[in-house]
């Protein structure tokens, strides 16, 4: 493995751990350490682009009632182990991640992601509250925890509750906006929450805290999104008040859908510098590889 594509390894199962694995992340700069609350693919989106469902061809329409059990002791006692693993170097030593360049070593965060979405977790308030005590405990003051969430639930009481203690401990929400349009998400998320609760959720939440917007753009049927699309998508972004900044970035993996392709690094480009200069916002591009 080249230093170059460590970074678009990500596999979501380490050792014999069930929920905790550790990525080297384009967009956290360095070392993460996933949660996975979802390990049976819980999930309310079927997004075209899933690394998920591309692994798990059986998967095809999102598992919102599926319950998924999680053992927030285990969580935390894997998370304490691979923390550990971190802070001694053992991790480096003996697997894949010995080819990480000595910069991208350091824990950046701590990253609710997995096989599905984290908030329809049973346990995810639990399980927040006991990461964000590891962290305090075992981790770097600049380690962040981040939830990367479609932000589906966010007009949950119970959610916002557990999003308001992640945030109190350096934590950071980074949500999932792949749309302009009603059309362009049901496309993309193949999903049954309305593209406006998404929509009313992010606005709501950014009302009160800030907010990374994470949006993923991709070629469908050798189609690239058009310039209208884009600028209404523009126009989403400038309904919401506290935006960190923009992630932009496409598909850099293994997609369930052969006609779902990575964008070029001009396409993504000319997305960027267009939703840089119609809303004045940071906007980070990461490229397909």
Request: hydrophobic share 35%.
């Amino acid at each position: 493995m080249t230093d170059k594509n460590i970074v678009q390894y990500h596999p979501r199962r380490f050792h014999t751990f069930q929920y905790v694995y550790p990525v080297v992340s384009r967009r956290s700069g360095g070392l993460s350490i996933g949660v996975n609350l979802s390990p049976t693919a819980q999930c309310n989106f079927s997004c075209v682009y899933c690394q998920v469902l591309a692994e798990n061809h059986e998967i095809s329409e999102p598992k919102n009632n599926v319950v998924t059990s999680v053992d927030p002791n285990l969580v935390e006692l894997e998370l304490r182990e691979l923390v550990g693993m971190v802070n001694d170097g053992s991790l480096f030593r003996d697997t894949w991640l010995s080819r990480t360049p000595p910069e991208k070593r350091i824990l950046r965060d701590i990253a609710f992601s997995g096989d599905g979405e984290p908030t329809l977790s049973l346990q995810f308030s639990e399980t927040v509250r006991r990461v964000a005590a590891v962290r305090r405990e075992l981790c770097a003051e600049s380690t962040k925890i981040v939830l990367i969430t479609n932000a589906s639930t966010f007009h949950v009481e119970s959610v916002r509750n557990t999003l308001a203690t992640l945030l109190d401990d350096n934590g950071e929400i980074w949500a999932k906006l792949d749309a302009g349009t009603p059309n362009y998400f049901r496309t993309i998320s193949r999903s049954k929450v309305p593209y406006e609760k998404i929509l009313t959720n992010l606005t709501e939440f950014s009302k009160t805290n800030p907010i990374v917007i994470q949006s993923c753009f991709a070629l469908l049927y050798d189609k690239e999104p058009d310039d209208e699309e884009i600028r209404q998508y523009t126009k989403r972004l400038k309904l919401m008040d506290q935006i960190k900044k923009v992630q932009i970035y496409t598909v850099a993996r293994r997609t369930p859908e052969s006609w779902v392709l990575p964008l070029s690094d001009e396409q993504l480009d000319k997305i960027s510098e267009t939703v840089r200069k119609l809303t004045g916002l940071q906007v980070d591009s990461f490229y397909s590889a």
